[in-house]
C-alpha cells in the first residue's frame, strides 16, 4: 500500500525561494524543479496518485500531507508570512498547483478551501488584526478546520432568503436554524454562518452576517446527509440557542451578505490551470476504458470521443487564456461562470459516455468507487474499473448543481457579460 | 502560453475594427452582398494603400509588414465579423503563407511586394482536397521539357475568379507540391460557382496540360502541411468573428425588442440561449487565440490545435447563425436582414477545407497513439 512513511514527513529548515522573474524564466523553471522536488520526495517511487490509495487510507494519507506541505510553507503559499504564509506571487501559487496536479497529489485537506481559501482570504482583506493573529495561524496548523454554512433548506439558489437568525444576548450572538449541503461539516471545528441579524431590512440582502462559531457545544448538531452516490460527504447543521462571542463576525454586522460575496468570488486561478490537467488525464483513462472494452476502431464511439475530446481542449485554451489574464491582475469575473458551464457539462458527458462504452457491464459494476474528493475531476491514479466509472457518472450529477447551478451561471452570463436587463427574481 | 493581444495586436484589432465599421457596414450588409452595388465599392486597395493590411504576413524585404500568423488571425477575426467579401483569406492568407514558406526567392520576389501593394491578387487550388485528406483527387504534375504542367481539377477554390496568380498544390511522383500559375495560361479554365453563400466567391479550375512552375520548397511535404494549418487557423478566426458578430446582433435585438411589456432579454430562455452561444464564442476563441501562438511558434501540437480551433470555431458560427434566428423571430427570417448572410457564410464553413468532424477525429486518432499507443 502506498502510504508515506511518517519519518518522510520531518519538515525542513528553509521554505522555498520565491520566483522573481518572468514566466517562463529560467527563474521559474528552477522553482518549479524545486517544488516538483519537495512534493517527491516523501512520496514512493511507484507513486500513481492519491486515486489510488485505498478508502482507509485516504484520511491518514491527507492529514499527512497537509503537514509535509505546511512545513514547506507550500499550504497558503500567498499569504503573508506574518500569518504562516509564504508570500508568493501568482505565478508561484500557479506552479506549486501545477505540480501537485501532475503528481496526483492534494493541495490541502479536505476544509482547505473553506479555511485558506474562502475564510483566510476573506480574513486578510476585511477581518481584524486580533482576528487575523488568532485565526490564520491555527487555519494553517490545522487546530481550526472551517466548513461552510450558507445553503439552507429554503436557500438554495436564491441564497439571501437564509431565514438562520441570530440576536445579541450579553456579549455573545445566540443563534437559530438550520444550514444543509455543509461540506465537511463532520470533520470541522469551526463553521462560518450566513445568518440574519436584523429583520428590518427592505431587501433581503440586508441585514445579514457572518458569524464565525465553534463546532464544539451543546446547541450545534450535525447529521450527516447521504448521496444518491451513497457517501455522506454533505451535511445538516441545526443551530439552537448556538452561540459566539459578540466580535466574532466576519467584516461588519449587517454587512453579510458582501462578505459572502467577497468570500465566494475569491478567484482560484490556478484552478484555471489545473483543472483542465485533471480532464486530460481523466479522459486519456477514458480512452484506456475503449480501447480495453474495444470501442476505439466503432465509430459511433470515435465520434463521441473525438468531441469530447474537443471540449478539454477548448477548457485547456480558455483556461490558459483565464490564466494570463489572472496573472496580469486582470478581474476573472463573471467568466469563470463559462468554465463552470463547459467542465460541468464535460464532466457528465464524458461520465456518460463512459457507461456506454461499458454497456450492460454498468449494470452490475465491479471494483469500488472512486477515491478522494473528486470534485470535479477524479483523483490521479483512480482505478480504470466499472465501479469507479460508475461512482463517477453518479457524482457528475450534481456538478450542474453544486457551486451555483447551471441555471444561475447561465443567467450571470447574460446579465454580466452580455449585459441583458436583469428579470424579477 | 500568453494568449491575450498585446497593445500593438489590440491596436491592430481596433484600426480593422473600425475602417470595416466604416467602409463594410453591417446594416449594409443585405445591399452590398446581395449585389445591388458593384465591385468596387468592396474596399480592397484601401486595405492593402491606406492600412497595409495585405502585406501583413509578408516579410519586411518583400515590402510587407513582416508579422506573422498570430496578426493575420486577428485581422481574419475581423473581417469575419463583418463578413467581408474581398479576396483578402485568399491573396494575404492563403497565397501568401505559401510563397513565404517556400526557399523560392525568385518567386518570393516577383509575387510579394505586387501581392503587398495590392496589385495582384492571388490563392491556392487544391486546398480542399488537401484539407480532407484527398490527396489522390488532386490534379497531377508532369515534367516537360521546360518546366511541369499540370492535368486534373481543384474544386472550391477560393476567390478562383479573381485570382492572377494560383498556386496550385498537385501530385507528383514524390508527393505533393505547389506550382505556380498565372492566370490566363492556356489550359486553365476557371468556372464559378453558383453558391449559397453570396460573401464567397467559389470556383473550379480545371487543368489541362496548363504550363507551371514549380514553388521551390526544401520539403514540399512540410509546406504543404504548414499551409494547411494555417488555412485551419485564419478559416477558424474568420468564422469565430462571424460568430461573434452574430451574437452581438442578437443580444443588441433582445434589449431592444420589447413583448408582454418586457424586454424579450430578460426573459430566461432568451438569457440562457445567449448564455449558451456565448460559450461556443468564447470557447472557439480561445481555441483561436492558442492555435495562432502555436502555430506561429511552430510548437509540435499546432496542426491538432490548428484542426481543433476550426472545428470549434465552425460549430461556434452554424450554432450561433442558427440560435440567433430564434432570438430575432420573424425578422431574422427576411432577405433584408443580414441574419441569412452568417447563416450561409456558417453552411459554407462547415464543410470548406474540411468539416469539424474529421479534424476531430484526425486530432482524436493522435491523442489514441499518445494515451493508449496504438
Redesign the interface.
Known sequence: VNVIEESALIPSAAHIDTVQDAPGSKGEREFREKVRAVLADPLPADWLGVGRLPAEAQGPFRERWRSHLHAHGLLAVQWPVAYGGAGMSPLEQVIVAEECVTLGVPQGGLNDNFGIQMLGSTLLKYGTTAQKETLLPAILSGEHKWCQGFSEPDAGSDLANVRTSASVDGDEWLINGQKIWTSYAHLATHIFVLCRTSKAAERKQQGLSILLVEIDQPGIEIRPLKTMTGEAEFNEVFLTDARCPVDAVLGEVGQGWTAAMTLLGFERGEAAATLPIRFRSDFDRLLQLANERGRLEDGAYRTRLAASYSRVEEMRCLGELALSRWLDGEDIGAESSLHKLLWSEWVQEATELALDILGAEAITPVGEGLQGVSFPASEAGSMNTSGAWLDYFMRARAATIYAGSNEIQRNIVAERILELPRDRR | ????PDSDQRELQALVRSYLDDRWPTSALADTVMGRCDATHVPWSALASELGLVGVGIPDAYEGLGCGVVELSIIMEELGRSLYIGPYLSTAGLAVTALVGSHDHAAMGTYLPRIARGELLATVAGLHEVAEDRLEDLPHASRTSSGWEIDGTTSLVLDADAAELIIVCASTRDGVRMFLVEAGTQGVGIVLSEGIDPTRAIGTVTWTGAAATELEYDVARLGVTRLRMVTALLQGAEDVGAAERCLELA?AY??DRVQFG??I????A???R???M??RV???K??V??AARAVASEAPDALD?AL?AN??ASDAIFHCATSAGQVFGGIGYTWEHPLHLYLRRAVTSRFLFGTA?AH??E??TR??EA??G?
Not at chain 2, 502560453?1 to 491575450?4: A, D, T
Not at chain 2, 432579454?265 to 430566461?268: E, I, L, V
Open positions: 502560453m500568453r494568449l491575450q443580444v433582445a434589449k418586457r424586454q432579454g430578460s426573459f430566461q432568451i438569457k440562457h445567449c448564455a449558451d456565448l460559450l468564447e470557447a472557439a480561445a481555441t487565440a492558442y490545435a481543433n472545428a470549434a468532424t476531430r477525429e486530432v482524436l491523442r489514441i494515451a493508449v496504438r
